[in-house]
């Protein structure tokens, strides 16, 4: 891994802390969120794993439309270091 691929690595992983924490704030029953990158081609392998407590959480979450939610601030946290995905690269489980 480059110097700049490191120091890229560092900035997604704070943004991607930083909306972790807004979403733990703002969706009931939200736990954590991992990502998997390969730096060398970012539009096409960068994913997202949104993880819920258990099933009735995500399905909560779903019922009240906080996925678009999620998914808006993933991607604007990404959009930030000009680093854009599909929706579909978001994933949502439960634990």
């Known amino acids: ?3 700049t691929q490191k120091q890229l690595d560092k900035r997604i992983r704070q943004q991607l802390t930083l909306a972790c924490e ?4 703002n969706v ?3 736990s954590y969120l ?3 990158a390969d730096l060398n081609n970012l539009a096409s392998k960068f994913t997202v794993s949104c993880y819920f407590i258990d099933a ?3 399905e909560h979450a ?3 439309n906080q996925l ?3 998914v808006q601030l993933i991607c604007n946290a ?3 270091l000009n680093i854009h995905i599909k929706n579909n690269a978001i994933s949502f489980l439960k634990q």
């Open 1 to 3: 891994m480059t110097k």
């Open 22 to 25: 807004q979403i733990k704030d």
């Open 28 to 30: 009931e029953g939200f």
């Open 34 to 36: 991992t990502h998997s």
């Open 56 to 58: 009735i959480a995500l």
């Open 62 to 64: 779903k019922q009240k």
């Open 68 to 70: 678009d939610y999620i």
């Open 78 to 80: 990404l959009a930030s």
